[in-house]
């Protein structure tokens, strides 16, 4: 076992102008992706222009925070160093209601009981730096 006060700081984000009010989202407790004003269309990770269309009219609009996981894997070794004392992981893509894929970990359930198709939602984790994290937990 690794002695965590020895551990490096985890990696925090680093906002970018096109980032930045996706996790001023968070941090506000919603989660928010970028919409198409001109097709409609949702689209993550943030980006200047709609991939469907190619506008770059994008609108930030709140969802539900409701998923289905899609694809995971559990990490059992650490990729690097910061990670160590939280392995085994459920490293996860998911599905949210409204359609857009997410990347994040399902957290609050052993990792041997995660199944495709499981229905999950969103929980912020706030991690070292104050930047909440998007996690997924089981839904109730």
Not at 27 to 44: K, P, Y
Not at 78 to 91: G, K, M, N
């Amino acid at each position: 076992m690794t002695d965590a006060s020895v551990l490096p700081a985890k990696p925090a984000p680093h906002p970018s102008p096109i980032s930045e009010p996706y996790w001023r989202s968070l941090n506000d407790g919603t989660l928010s992706i970028q919409t198409c004003a001109a097709c409609g269309s949702l689209q993550h990770y943030p980006r200047p222009f709609c991939v469907r269309c190619l506008s770059q009219d994008i609108e930030w609009k709140p969802v539900s925070g409701r998923a289905t996981l899609f694809s995971y894997t559990i990490v059992r070794r650490a990729a690097a160093p910061a990670f160590a004392s939280d392995v085994p992981y459920v490293l996860a893509i998911v599905e949210l209601e409204e359609g857009p894929h997410m990347t994040g970990n399902v957290i609050g359930i052993p990792v041997e009981e995660v199944s495709v198709g499981m229905a999950l939602e969103l929980s912020l984790v706030t991690v070292g730096d104050g930047q909440a994290l998007p996690q997924w937990t089981p839904r109730k």
